[in-house]
């Protein structure tokens, strides 16, 4: 059974930084690809960054590249979103996924998810 959970959630003004982890329950946590996404209220779940198996390729949406960083630590079995210049439109319930895939940016290609983080930014 896998498990994901995250943390790191919270209130934060404007301008300010949050980071998130997600840790993992699951066999060989470096076989896989990780990646976050968000939703916020009355909008659909979209996709924010995703991480290779070893950290080494990341990929990230247009609307926090440059501000997001994700990042994991394989002996930890944990990913981490590092968000800083914190935006009121980066408010949303922040979810972390696991997937075989290589650079998977759709919900669709995700196996598991975890139950997700709240995240307000204040303006």
């Known amino acids: 059974q896998v498990q994901l959970v995250e943390s790191g959630g919270g209130l934060v003004q404007a301008g300010g930084s949050l980071r998130l982890s997600c840790a993992a329950s699951?066999?060989?946590?470096?076989?896989?690809?990780m990646g976050w996404f968000r939703q916020a209220p009355g909008r659909e779940r979209e996709f924010v960054a995703t991480?290779?198996?070893?950290?080494?390729?990341?990929y990230y949406a247009e609307s926090v590249k440059g501000r997001f960083t994700i990042s994991r630590d394989n002996a930890k079995n944990t990913v981490y979103l590092q968000m800083n210049s914190l935006k009121p439109e980066d408010t949303a319930v922040y979810y972390c996924?696991?997937?075989?895939?290589?650079?998977?940016?759709?919900?669709?290609?995700?196996?598991?998810w975890g139950q997700g983080t709240q995240v307000t930014v204040s303006s």
């Open positions: 996924g696991i997937s075989s895939r290589y650079r998977p940016t759709l919900r669709f290609e995700y196996d598991y």
């Open positions: 991480i290779n198996w070893n950290g080494g390729s990341t």
């Open positions: 699951v066999r060989r946590f470096s076989s896989y690809s």
